[in-house]
């Protein structure tokens, strides 16, 4: 077994768990359990604290909650862009639009936080 990275692919006929000695993933004693189903997704542990999980349905559910729709929903609400770099060194047009859209983002932040400041501050003593 390869001391930085483990990695663990299923035959996408199968279901099964598989046992790591946990030193792979944190460096404590007794084991993790890993487990797939099919189509099996590739699970990578290495030492450097990284867990990359790939495939057509690579997903995480902690008590019945998909890791991957949660995200989806906080990038919808909070309105995220996803920014292609390629098109955007390719296409002019779009570059300058996303610089717009950047410019634009930041000047608001700014305002955001100098109003932020002032609803906080107290009002002082009018002057005579």
Known sequence: M???KTQIAASALMT???KLPSTVIGGTSG???VTWSTPAPT???GQ???????GDNADIVINGVSLVHKLDAIAERLNLLDINKELEAEWD????????YRQLEQDLKTKSAMWQTLKTKTPGKPRS
């Open 2 to 4: 390869d001391s930085d």
């Open 93 to 100: 047009q779009l570059r300058d639009l996303g610089d717009c």
């Open 16 to 18: 099964a768990t598989t």
């Open 48 to 54: 450097s604290g990284q867990i990359k999980l790939t």
């Open 43 to 45: 699970l990578t542990v």
């Open 31 to 33: 084991y993790a359990n």
